[in-house]
């Protein structure tokens, strides 16, 4: 019986590489937030219309008040996972000088 | 560290005393006026006092030195950044005309809304923490090095220039309208008066001064915007937090809005406009026969009056008025009964719902509107994140974090204002469509006569009673969007010393985004034209001189520009935001995430995204001399970007695949920039 051909590992990640991922994973995942709550709840603001939250249209309310608070919570969320991706690579970087 | 620490210990200490100033301040004016000191006076020390703040802090900050000049020695906390930067972008159209816009156009006006904040997702996550991480002093500085050559610095400069000219000249059209309508002051005057004080505060202290004085500008805007509508909102709701309370208005608003569309005494008004607009129709139809009769018609009445002995002075007079402006030729005839016809068909339609997105009389209509929406928000947003005086800004911080953060506290302070200017149009609208409308007319509020009396040509406000029944009704009533914000002092029954705050709010406003723009201007000109291009041993001292040299110049040009009166200022500012996003945003964001970008692939992205851009304007924009007619999928011409940004990208992209990729130095900068 042939084993099969082993796939060749990935060469490690330097922690510049592994920084630089997970930056641009949450860039994608966080702009496609952004493209969702502009275009798409834009796109069906007539249907929206027929709902109403706590007394106000919904197209009307995030038009004019939600979306803002989501482009907030993107900005917060991206400040606050980058900073924490910046000191682990900080941290990983003086490991790696340490060895 | 430390340092940093202490430095911003010391700059809230002096914001937080300066605040302080301004309430005693508003508190001495309220006591004058009660004491009765004229509304003339209150104007006038509200724009000298604050005038001569601005430039105050412009000689305490002064300075010569490179770093300090251009980027205020990389050293401006996150927050007091945001908050100059929200001065920065809080222009004189955003600060006057938004709450307007969204009064007249109701769901459609959101999209400026929507689009200046979510653009500021864009600079975040694509561009601000790299461009900080890279370090220079210009926008140019980034595209040249990350591109490579001199060719790419210029078209960069080309770009910034030709956007931030139009904006500027807006800015200071602006602080006149502003100037001349709460002092009486000429409007010329008004706009050197504007410039004296940006020149002594950008000239002395560049970058360091413009950011200080933002900070402190920004503080009156709050000011000014959210007391007249925290007042109104008491008055209307009973909760003075405007942004939570309107809610509870809008069914109410909805209510009036129906009652009015089916009011039989707004029907008849409506009925006088429509029939206004099919007699213009008539006319047309009938050219060039209508224009020769009507003129006979005009002389022979103009010659009755004057035979008759009992005709009034006013009677003849009126005659030969209306003698004098009736068309001199076809073509004029054409033009004007034109406007005269789609002005009263504009009148003739119900009043426009606030809320429901997308009105329109078939689905086709609405998804034309839905289209428009869309399109406009893709542009303002792309357009932010490439507005070279905002990303400029961002080179300030000390850190790519403190960048990171600092954007965060741009859109707070920006969101403080945009989410009060729905709440702001809303409550007006109300409460003249409840106390204006249906009232007598022989006891319209003061208000009206005052801005009705500013400026006799174009008149803000106008109500004629055009069914004779003496009760306004809301079809009689015509208001230009800017006294939306300028009069909502008076239309709450606001003393006049709030008034005066209004207009410093929309004087700090204009000012503050000139100061930024008229500096990333010089900056272009004098780092990446001068000193990068035509002398690089240039001292530093020399350079700094020839920028100031160069703002001056700048400067004279924008207000001399302004003094012109350019009719069609802000649609040119509505391009300049597709300008921006077709020229400079497919270069800048695929410089830093695409390795393979290079330097050919960008010269051609910028240039092919500009003609395109400008191509659709021209070709659809009447100043332009286009026409709707040329429209592709019915899209306005202020969102050419929506057709300029997949043509810069697209040929980026094809022309870089094309020719060899980026040498090893600048894979190394890539990589540089994306490491914080």
Redesign the interface.
């Known amino acids: 019986m042939k084993i099969p051909p082993a796939i060749p590992a990935p060469p490690p990640m330097t922690p ?1 590489e592994a ?2 991922q997970t ?2 994973r949450l ?1 994608l995942t ?2 496609s937030v ?1 493209f969702v709550v ?2 798409v709840a ?2 069906f ?2 249907e929206l ?1 027929r709902i109403n939250l ?4 919904l ?3 995030m ?3 939600g ?2 608070l989501v ?2 919570a ?3 969320i ?2 606050v996972r ?2 924490r991706a ?1 000191q682990e ?1 900080h941290a990983a970087n003086e490991q790696h000088h340490g060895d | 560290m430390e340092t940093n620490k202490a430095f911003f210990r010391r700059l809230t200490r002096y914001y937080c005393w300066y605040t302080f100033g301004f309430i005693v301040f508003l508190l001495v004016l309220a006591v004058l006026e009660h004491e009765g000191m004229p509304r003339a006076w209150i104007g006038y020390l509200f724009l000298f006092v604050t005038i001569a703040l601005y430039a105050g802090i412009g000689v305490l900050s002064r300075t010569s030195d490179v770093p300090e000049y251009y980027v205020a020695g990389r050293r401006v906390p996150a927050l007091f950044n945001g908050m100059a930067t929200a001065a920065d972008w809080i222009s004189a159209a955003t600060f006057i005309s938004l709450a307007g816009g969204l009064y007249l156009q109701g ?1 459609d006006g ?1 999209a400026y ?2 689009g200046w ?2 653009g ?3 600079v ?3 561009i601000a ?1 790299y461009l900080r991480k890279f370090g220079q002093y210009t926008l140019a500085d980034f595209l040249a090095e990350r591109y490579g050559g001199n060719f790419v610095r210029i078209l960069a400069v080309i770009a910034t220039i030709l956007i931030s000219f139009t904006y500027v000249v807006a800015q200071i059209y602006g602080v006149g309208l502003i100037t001349s309508r709460f002092t009486g002051i000429d409007f010329s005057i008004g706009i050197f008066l504007g410039l004296a004080s940006i020149l002594v505060c950008s000239f002395l202290g560049g970058m360091r001064a413009i950011t200080w004085t933002q900070v402190a500008q920004y503080i009156i805007i709050l000011f000014a915007y959210l007391i007249p509508v925290l007042w109104l909102s008491a008055k209307h709701t009973g909760v003075p937090v405007p ?1 939570v309370a309107y ?2 208005v ?2 109410k608003l909805n209510a009036l809005e129906q009652r009015i569309a089916a009011d039989p005494k707004e029907q008849e008004v409506r009925a006088i406009f429509q029939a206004r607009a099919d007699d213009y129709d008539n006319k047309l139809q009938h050219l060039p026969r209508s224009w020769e009769d009507g003129r006979i018609d005009a002389q022979h009445h103009s010659e009755e009056i004057r035979r008759d002995s009992h005709a009034s002075l006013a009677d003849i007079k009126s005659a030969s008025r209306a003698l004098s402006a009736y068309p001199k030729s076809i073509e004029e005839a054409e033009h004007k009964w034109n406007d005269a016809k789609s002005y009263n068909l504009s009148r003739a339609q119900p009043p426009v719902s ?5 009105p329109g009389k078939d689905e086709e209509a ?1 998804d034309i509107k ?1 289209n428009n ?2 399109a406009l ?2 542009c303002l ?1 792309i357009g932010t994140a490439a507005l070279p005086h905002i990303l400029m800004r961002y080179y300030t911080t000390p850190s ?2 403190e960048a ?2 600092s ?2 506290w741009t ?2 302070f920006i ?1 403080l204002i ?2 009060t200017v ?1 709440a702001l149009a809303i409550l007006v609208k109300y409460d003249i469509y409840t106390s204006l409308v249906g009232s007598n007319y022989a006891h319209l509020p003061d208000w009206v006569y005052y801005w009705a009396s500013i400026d006799k040509a174009n008149p803000l406000v106008s109500i004629t009673d055009l069914n004779h029944d003496h009760i306004v009704q809301l079809g009689e009533i015509s208001l230009d969007g800017d006294i939306i914000v300028l009069a909502t002092p008076e239309i709450a029954g606001l003393p006049y010393f709030i008034s005066g705050l209004v207009a410093a709010g929309g004087l700090a406003a204009a000012l503050s985004t000139a100061d930024g723009l008229l500096l990333t201007i010089s900056n272009a000109l004098s780092h990446d034209v001068y000193y990068k291009v035509i002398d690089p041993s240039a001292s530093s001292q020399k350079r700094v001189t020839i920028s100031k040299l160069l703002l001056l110049v700048v400067a004279l040009l924008a207000a001399y520009a302004a003094s012109l009166k350019p009719g069609d200022i802000l649609s040119m500012v509505g391009a300049a935001f597709s300008l921006a996003a077709s020229t400079l945003f497919p270069a800048l964001v695929l410089g830093i ?1 695409w390795k393979r970008a290079n330097q050919a692939g960008a010269i051609a992205g910028i240039i092919s995204g500009f003609l395109m851009c400008v191509y659709y304007m021209v070709h659809t924009h009447p100043a332009f001399g286009g026409s709707a007619a040329g429209q592709w999928f019915h899209i306005a011409p202020i969102s050419a970007g929506l057709f300029g940004v997949p043509v810069g990208i697209g040929t980026l992209i094809v022309v870089s695949l094309l020719t060899p990729p980026p040498d090893e130095r600048t894979l190394a900068l890539i ?1 540089h920039i ?3």
Do not use: N
Not at chain 1, 54 to 57: A, D, I, R
Not at chain 2, 354 to 358: I, R
């Open positions: 510049a920084y630089w930056s641009r860039t966080l702009l952004w502009t275009f834009v796109f603001a007539r219309d706590f007394g106000w249209p197209s009307f309310y038009a004019a008040q979306v803002m482009y907030l993107i900005v917060v991206y400040t980058m900073r910046e690579l | 769901f959101l809304i929507m904040t979510g500021y997702c864009l975040a996550l694509l923490p942004q809610g509870s809008l069914p606030q809320t429901e997105p997308f609405a839905r929406f869309l928000v893709f947003m790519v974090h990171r953060k954007v965060f859109l707070f969101m945009y989410v729905p995430f990589d994306r490491t914080p």
